[in-house]
């Protein structure tokens, strides 16, 4: 079976940084992505990673290490509108189709 | 279309009726999938359409549940004889080829069965 780990709820202050983590085990592993949900949204693509590191994107960056089954999300300077739920999710095989995780519901406070 | 389109947004049904979600994706997009989402959780995996390909339907969760996509384009996800788990937002995405440069999703359908 495929399964993702994520931690269930983070809470960080305005302008700090927070990083979520996702360990995954799946059958095979082709590709780690992250998405963002706001409330009574649809969620939003935010990257893709499918090499070992670190890719930046303004204020947010993802990293893999695929020799640790794991990925982090990184939100830096965070602000008010960042409070949303951030899903992980892995493209197990050769397929489209992507595994996704539980999430982590994000709150940022003034 | 500029993005995915989804109808109704909401849907209200009684026990044991039958249903049919729409799925319009952005044009140009090779790939279509289904995915349900409860209050809180995360996205399960319905059927994925890439292309002419067979569907995979690996995660239909009963044989109630079915989906067809027409043309390449506009997808409909059926569900027969409702039950009250099948309460959840349905939401579509599509992406073009493979999904490594993101699904884009649809604002889903919000079904209750009452």
């Known amino acids: 079976g495929q399964s993702l780990e994520q931690p269930s709820e983070v809470t960080a202050v305005e302008g700090a940084i927070v990083q979520i983590n996702c360990t995954y085990q799946?059958?095979?592993?082709?590709?780690l992505s992250w998405y963002q949900q706001h409330d009574g949204g649809a969620p939003t693509f935010l990257s893709y990673?499918?090499?070992?590191g670190l890719e930046e994107t303004g204020r947010f960056s993802s990293f893999l290490s695929r020799s640790d089954s794991y990925g982090y999300l990184l939100l830096q300077e965070l602000q008010m509108k960042d409070s949303a739920s951030y899903f992980c999710?892995?493209?197990?095989?050769?397929?489209?189709?992507?595994?996704f995780g539980p999430g982590t519901r994000l709150s940022v406070l003034p | 279309g500029a993005g995915v389109s989804q109808s109704p947004s909401n849907k209200v049904t009684e026990k044991g009726k039958d249903v049919e979600l729409r799925c319009d994706p952005i044009?140009?997009?090779?790939?279509l999938y289904w995915y349900r989402q409860s209050l809180g959780q995360g996205l399960e995996f319905l059927i994925y359409?890439?292309?002419?390909?067979?569907?995979?339907k690996s995660g239909l969760p009963s044989d109630r549940f079915s989906a067809e996509r027409t043309g390449g384009s506009v997808s409909t996800l059926t569900i027969q004889r409702t039950q009250q788990e099948d309460s959840a937002v349905y939401l579509c995405?599509?992406?073009?080829?493979?999904?490594?440069?993101?699904?884009?999703f649809g604002s889903g359908t919000r079904l209750t069965v009452v």
């Open positions: 359409f890439q292309g002419n390909s067979a569907p995979d």
């Open positions: 799946t059958s095979g592993f082709y590709g």
């Open positions: 044009s140009g997009h090779t790939a």
């Open positions: 990673n499918a090499l070992d």
């Open positions: 995405a599509s992406s073009f080829q493979g999904g490594d440069y993101g699904y884009t």
């Open positions: 999710a892995v493209r197990a095989d050769y397929g489209q189709n992507f595994v």
